[in-house]
Each structure stands twice: as structure tokens, then as C-alpha cells.
T-cell receptor, first 112, second 111 residues
Framework: KAGVTQTPRYLIKTRGQQVTLSCSPI?????VSWYQQTPGQGLQFLFE???????NKGNFPGRFSGRQFSNSRSEMNVSTLELGDSALYLC???????????FGEGSWLTVV | GESVGLHLPTLSVQEGDNSIINCAYS??????FIWYKQESGKGPQFIID?????DKRQGQRVTVLLNKTVKHLSLQIAATQPGDSAVYFC??????????FGKGTHLIIQP
């Protein structure tokens, strides 16, 4: 089975721009969650989606949003980028009703 | 909410020795615990997990110990190898919330 796939792997954006990151979960996994990883704050939970519905949301501003499609693929969007949004954004998927989540390799976002 | 702390940001061990990485959590209602390994430039990789109805679980060269009384979790790696060099994270789940991660311990293997 292919793992969690995230695109793009690396990107550089300018302050004020917006960015969309994409995630394809492991085949058969219907739950997708997103995390932000920075050296200072570590891994922080952004949100979780299941069956196209946001099930949980972390403590991030409204500039961070996401969605899930009927095929379980997910996207997250960050609008009005700030320098502090530079981070590794990780997507993880899990089977319905299971707690174990499996991560992708992440999307490295640099905001300049 | 939950908070997860680590005991050591860096741990250096000799190749072949056993490694022990520790975590502490705050919420006594937490019921699921998981360890991840993250190598440089990669996403976290699942190692082993344990539920609150157990106090020990073993995998291949790894053992997770859970002490609910003092809210402490540890990962033991037997016969540490160069390929074990990575950052190790514990994560804790309670109820319907997402996983709460510790800051991670960087395991360094000395030849």
C-alpha cells in the first residue's frame, strides 16, 4: 500500500500570499489530520477531517483552513501568509475508528 | 487539555547499548499513547503504541512502558544501532481530541 502522499514537498512564498497544500491518504483511510511542525513549538494539531467534515480543530487562527473531498483526499490552505507560518506541514491518515495515525513526508513551507 | 513533556531533549548512547526515552503527560483520562521516530527530512514514522489498559507492550527491539500512577511513558530500544539515530516523539490522546505531541528527544548514537 502506498503511504500518505503530500504535495508539494517544498515551496517558497512571499508574505501576504496564500498557499494550498495537498494530501492523499493511505488507500482505505477516511480520516485525515494536519499538523504544523516548527523547531520552537514542535508538532501542533491543526485540524482533522472525516467524511468531508471537520471533526476537530486546533488552536490556530482562521487563516488556516482545510477541506476533505469525497475520495478522502484533503487540502489545507493558509491565507495572508506571515513569516511565522514557515514550517513543515504534515498530513496524517487513519482508518475509521482507529487512533493510530500515519504521517506523510510533509510539505516544507518557507515564507519570505 | 493535555500537555506532554519530555525529560531530555538529547540522549547520547553507545552503539549496542539500550536506550530509554521518557515522556510525562498531564491528563489522567488519556487512554492512548504512541511513539514516533522522525529522521532528518522525513515525516514521523510509527514505532509502537499502547492503550491505558496495558502497562507494557513489546515490538521488535522496542518496548513501551506505561505508568499511569505517575503519568509516565517510556520507550526502550534494545541494542541501539546507527539507524536508530533520530528524533523520538511521544504522543498522547484522550477522548475525541487529536494527538498531543511531546517536543521530542534527539537520540544520538556514539560508535
Amino acid at each position: 500500500k502506498a503511504g500518505v502522499t503530500q504535495t508539494p514537498r517544498y515551496l517558497i512564498k512571499t508574505r501576504g500570499q496564500q498557499v494550498t497544500l495537498s494530501c492523499s491518504p493511505i488507500s482505505g483511510h477516511r480520516s485525515v489530520s494536519w499538523y504544523q511542525q516548527t523547531p520552537g513549538q514542535g508538532l501542533q494539531f491543526l485540524f482533522e477531517y472525516f467524511s468531508e467534515t471537520q471533526r476537530n480543530k486546533g488552536n490556530f487562527p482562521g487563516r488556516f483552513s482545510g477541506r476533505q473531498f469525497s475520495n478522502s483526499r484533503s487540502e489545507m490552505n493558509v491565507s495572508t501568509l506571515e513569516l511565522g507560518d514557515s514550517a513543515l506541514y504534515l498530513c496524517a491518515s487513519s482508518e475509521a475508528g482507529r487512533d493510530t495515525i500515519y504521517f506523510g513526508e510533509g510539505s516544507w513551507l518557507t515564507v519570505v | 487539555g493535555e500537555s506532554v513533556g519530555l525529560h531530555l531533549p538529547t540522549l547520547s548512547v553507545q552503539e549496542g547499548d539500550n536506550s530509554i526515552i521518557n515522556c510525562a503527560y498531564s491528563n489522567s483520562a488519556s487512554d492512548y499513547f504512541i511513539w514516533y521516530k522522525q529522521e532528518s527530512g522525513k515525516g514521523p514514522q510509527f514505532i509502537i503504541d499502547i492503550r491505558s489498559n496495558m502497562d507494557k507492550r513489546q515490538g521488535q527491539r522496542v518496548t513501551v512502558l506505561l505508568n499511569k500512577t505517575v503519568k509516565h511513558l517510556s520507550l526502550q530500544i534494545a541494542a541501539t544501532q546507527p539507524g536508530d539515530s533520530a528524533v523520538y516523539f511521544c504522543a498522547v490522546k484522550g477522548g475525541a481530541d487529536g494527538l498531543t505531541f511531546g517536543k521530542g528527544t534527539h537520540l544520538i548514537i556514539q560508535p
